[in-house]
């Protein structure tokens, strides 16, 4: 499948998230996690041009941006969004973690809690670094109010496959989860693998 994505909107609120004129109901995908981990170069690898300027512009990191994914070309494309990709401030850079809900701002939660369209959670965690609380915290978070997630593990191509598979093994247990997907944005190692798994979370 074939997607154009543009941007929508940055809300600081939720009033101002996307409505069904915007985004025809089409189901969400969230991305979340910690700054610095890789989330604006994961946008740019599955997006391109749209993500990009956005995570250029100041100011939009403490927003939660709205992008719709339209299917076919830039040239022609569907008119209603397949798809809608939300991406979420970074949390927990500070080295001791406090609570993520202390650290992010107060509509992060009623979007993750309420958000209806809200099909998959992205939760990426840095495989090059030990497991971080805040990680747990958030996927932990997410099982209590029953939101699908994946985790995904990012810049998989700073290790040997003998130390990623080390890695992964780490941060699954430490997460207590069954599955963390390694991508590269830099080599796009895992992109496709991830692509089928947003597919099919959100049954697009
Ligand atoms: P964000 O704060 O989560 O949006 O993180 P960025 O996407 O801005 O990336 C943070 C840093 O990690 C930058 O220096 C990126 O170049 C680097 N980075 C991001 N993704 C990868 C990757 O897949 N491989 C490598 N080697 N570096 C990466």
């Known amino acids: 499948m074939q ?24 189901p969400e995908v969230a991305f ?12 740019n690898s599955l997006i391109g041009e749209a993500a990009a300027k956005v995570s250029s512009t100041p100011g939009r990191t403490r927003a939660i941006n709205f ?3 339209h299917e076919g070309t830039p040239q022609k494309h569907a008119f209603t969004p397949k798809l809608v990709f939300a991406d979420l401030p970074g949390y927990g850079y ?8 202390a650290e992010w701002p ?6 993750l809690q309420e958000r209806e369209e809200l099909a998959l959670c992205l939760c990426l965690v840095d495989t090059n670094i030990p497991p971080q609380t805040s990680d747990t915290q958030l996927i932990h978070a997410l099982q209590q109010m029953q939101r699908p997630y994946v985790v995904v593990g ?7 496959n003998n130390q990623l598979a080390k890695s992964v093994a780490v941060l699954k247990k430490a997460h ?3 599955n963390v997907i390694a991508i590269s944005s830099k080599t796009d190692a895992g992109i496709k693998a991830l692509w089928a798994a947003i597919l099919q979370g959100t049954q697009v």
Request: glycine residues 6%; without cysteine; aromatic residues 10%.
């Open 106 to 111: 107060t509509f992060i939660e009623p979007y």
């Open 67 to 69: 992008f719709a994914l």
């Open 94 to 101: 500070a080295k001791i973690s406090k609570s993520i809900s």
């Open 176 to 178: 207590e989860v069954e």
């Open 32 to 43: 979340l996690g910690r700054s610095n981990v890789g989330k604006s170069s994961l946008l």
């Open 154 to 160: 990012t810049k998989a191509d700073k290790l040997s």
């Open 3 to 26: 997607f154009t994505a543009k941007f929508l909107l940055s809300a600081m609120k939720p009033e101002q998230f996307p409505n069904d004129a915007r985004t025809g109901g089409a």
